[in-house]
């Protein structure tokens, strides 16, 4: 089982259409799809689940979309909130909070407070995020500090990342049918395995989570290494 799992949600607007309805109904229902998938990772032993809300280049659709979508943010939170935090999950926002209005940082920060304290699964919305945003933010943050740069190992930059206190990204799964990671985790995602599926996001539950979890149960993780063979000690290895 993946200990952390991601989630492009993508394809609420294709549902919507298939539907004759408006986009925004795609993604009223798209976070139903959430509230179900967040208790199905939670009932399966996930511990971390970080999900594509919006992204940094998601301000291109039309102002009436964008809204919606802010406006849903607000709904979502009073209506799912103290179900959310009843059910154990502590609920962390990453991206960039300066470009939302007062009010949706205030749900976000609500959303943040009243869960701290919970320990069943870690629910990450990625909101105004965008995968090379955080490398330069990550960047900022370590020359604020300054890191000299001999000491900017890997290590220390992805201290400075979003989720940094998350494991590295297991399971990286996009709905919608395409086959793109649309910066989202850019640097999180190196060694995570991929899944596409074509379902579509307000679709999404229990069943193609497992569709999911099975094809991931079935990859050889090498990391680079050969498997079954013993890696090398550090020293072993060539300096650099
Ligand atoms: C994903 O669904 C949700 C957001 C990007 C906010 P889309 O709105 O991208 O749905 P499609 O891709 O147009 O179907
Ligand atoms: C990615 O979906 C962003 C979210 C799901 C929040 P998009 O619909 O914005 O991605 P593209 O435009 O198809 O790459
Ligand atoms: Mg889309």
């Known amino acids: 089982m993946p200990r952390h799992v991601a ?14 309805l408006p986009r925004f109904v795609g993604h ?23 999900v594509f809300a919006f992204s940094s280049e998601n301000w291109k659709r039309p102002e009436e979309e964008v809204s919606g979508l802010m406006g849903l943010v607000l709904m979502a939170v009073s209506r799912y909130l ?36 919970n320990t069943r699964i870690t629910l990450s919305v990625a909101f105004n995020y965008g995968g090379r945003w ?15 740069p001999e000491q900017l190992t890997e290590e220390r930059l992805g201290s400075y990342m979003a989720l940094s206190d998350a494991p ?13 990671i649309s910066n989202f985790l850019l640097w ?20 193609e989570l497992d569709v999911a979890l099975t094809s991931y149960a079935a990859r050889e993780r090498r990391f680079g290494g050969i498997q079954g063979a013993a890696p090398q000690t550090a020293a072993a290895l060539p300096a650099g």
């Open 28 to 50: 009223k229902q798209g976070v139903d799809a959430l509230v179900d998938t967040v208790r199905a990772c939670a009932d399966r032993g996930i511990e971390y689940l970080t």
């Open 134 to 148: 955080d490398v330069v933010q990550a960047c900022r943050r370590a020359m604020v500090d300054g890191v000299p």
């Open 188 to 207: 999180q995602s190196a060694y995570s395995e991929l899944h596409f599926t074509d379902c579509l996001w307000p679709d999404f539950g229990e069943a």
């Open 82 to 117: 103290a179900k959310l935090a009843r059910e154990g999950v502590r609920i962390h926002i990453v991206g960039d909070r300066e470009a939302v209005s007062e009010q949706v940082r205030a749900a976000w920060d609500q959303a943040e407070s009243s869960t701290a304290h």
């Open 7 to 20: 989630i492009v949600m993508d394809g609420n607007g294709r549902w919507a259409k298939k539907r004759f």
């Open 168 to 180: 590295d990204l297991d399971l990286f799964i996009r709905t919608g049918g395409e086959v793109r």
